[in-house]
């Protein structure tokens, strides 16, 4: 029984970069956390250690930031596609390229209502994430976000569930829901056309996912997910969505031993254990995945 190399990849990662649009008075700043990844004939270097095909780590570290100064930051999906397909232009071993890219976040600070020109602050938890595959002259964007924090005080219920010895969760028909979305969508072809508009696709998808919350009365969280990806999808250009949801518990605070009631307003919230929903949503007439999940980890 002979002994080979399979699949591997290598690459730098968590590369920070801030870059600074001084164009104007008014300055731009866009902080990401760029990952790229390579892969391709690399099989003499695990075997003897040869290391004439190998760009090293150091080098792709440095092709972000020049990037980022000759040709600008613009979208984390245009730029995670213009690193994929240099790295594959210009070294004949690189057969694939993936470039992860997460967006953090800035707001202008506002003084007497006025966005200041060049002070921000951090704008909430929620990230954008991007994550391009190059595969010779194939490409695939799977963009999406993490850390969206969301709840409603009313508008869900859960019931109707099996019960056996071991079940003490009571049913309600009232209860407060909330959750940390982490979202993936895929793009369809078009996305790769110039010109594309991923600013606006990105926000479409945040804005349907939040007011699909805030509107679905939820009989369970399996549910509102499957009502979020569904109205995620009404952007034609998206043909899947892959979401994963805790169901970040509120329990209600037994106040009768100091004499005092509870309606519904006095609550703990639990951070562990939760429970963990995932799920994709998917057009029937969709393109086959190919390469788009390929190194997305986790189930989204």
């Given at each position: 029984?002979?002994?080979?190399?399979?699949?591997?990849?290598?690459?730098?990662?968590?590369?920070?970069?801030?870059?600074?649009?001084?164009?104007?008075?008014?300055?731009?700043?866009t902080?990401?956390?760029?990952?790229?990844?390579?892969?391709?004939?690399?099989?003499?270097?695990?075997?003897?250690?040869?290391?004439?095909?190998?760009?090293?780590?150091?080098?792709?570290?440095?092709?972000?930031?020049?990037?980022?100064?000759?040709?600008?930051?613009?979208?984390?999906?245009?730029?995670?596609?213009?690193?994929?397909?240099?790295?594959?232009?210009?070294?004949?071993?690189?057969?694939?390229?993936?470039?992860?890219?997460?967006?953090?976040p800035?707001a202008?600070?506002?003084?007497?209502?006025?966005?200041?020109?060049?002070?921000?602050?951090?704008?909430?938890?929620?990230?954008?994430?991007?994550?391009?595959?190059?595969?010779?002259?194939?490409?695939?964007?799977?963009?999406?976000?993490?850390?969206?924090?969301?709840?409603?005080?009313?508008?869900?219920?859960?019931?109707?569930?099996?019960?056996?010895?071991?079940?003490?969760?009571?049913?309600?028909?009232?209860?407060?829901?909330?959750?940390?979305?982490?979202?993936?969508?895929?793009?369809?072809?078009?996305a790769?056309?110039?010109?594309?508009?991923?600013?606006?696709?990105?926000?479409?998808?945040?804005?349907?996912?939040?007011?699909?919350?805030?509107?679905?009365?939820?009989l369970?969280?399996?549910?509102?997910?499957?009502?979020m990806?569904?109205?995620?999808?009404?952007?034609?250009?998206?043909?899947?969505?892959?979401?994963?949801?805790?169901?970040?518990?509120?329990f209600?605070?037994?106040?009768?031993?100091?004499?005092?009631?509870?309606?519904?307003?006095?609550?703990?919230?639990?951070?562990?254990?939760?429970?963990?929903?995932?799920?994709?949503?998917?057009?029937?007439?969709?393109?086959?995945?190919?390469?788009?999940?390929?190194?997305?980890?986790?189930?989204?």
């Amino acid at each position: 029984m002979g002994i080979v190399l399979g699949a591997n990849q290598y690459g730098k990662a968590e590369v920070r970069l801030v870059h600074v649009d001084r164009s104007t008075p008014q300055h731009r700043i866009t902080d990401l956390t760029v990952t790229t990844q390579l892969r391709g004939d690399f099989d003499a270097c695990h075997t003897h250690g040869d290391n004439r095909a190998v760009v090293p780590t150091d080098t792709q570290r440095n092709t972000v930031y020049a990037f980022a100064r000759e040709t600008g930051v613009c979208q984390p999906e245009e730029f995670g596609l213009r690193l994929g397909r240099h790295f594959i232009d210009i070294n004949e071993a690189v057969t694939g390229a993936r470039v992860a890219v997460d967006h953090h976040p800035w707001a202008r600070i506002e003084v007497g209502g006025v966005g200041h020109d060049h002070a921000f602050a951090r704008a909430g938890a929620a990230r954008r994430t991007t994550i391009v595959t190059v595969d010779g002259a194939d490409a695939w964007v799977v963009s999406g976000l993490t850390g969206l924090a969301v709840l409603k005080t009313t508008g869900s219920e859960f019931h109707g569930y099996p019960r056996d010895r071991y079940t003490t969760l009571a049913e309600t028909r009232d209860r407060i829901l909330a959750t940390a979305v982490t979202a993936r969508w895929r793009y369809d072809d078009s996305a790769l056309d110039a010109g594309f508009d991923f600013a606006t696709a990105h926000t479409g998808a945040r804005t349907a996912l939040v007011e699909a919350f805030a509107e679905h009365h939820s009989l369970a969280l399996q549910q509102t997910l499957y009502a979020m990806g569904s109205a995620v999808l009404a952007d034609r250009t998206i043909t899947e969505v892959r979401l994963s949801m805790p169901n970040l518990h509120h329990f209600l605070v037994d106040l009768s031993p100091f004499g005092l009631d509870n309606p519904d307003t006095v609550y703990y919230a639990a951070d562990r254990p939760y429970g963990l929903i995932e799920a994709s949503v998917l057009r029937d007439d969709g393109p086959p995945p190919g390469g788009a999940w390929d190194s997305v980890p986790g189930f989204c």
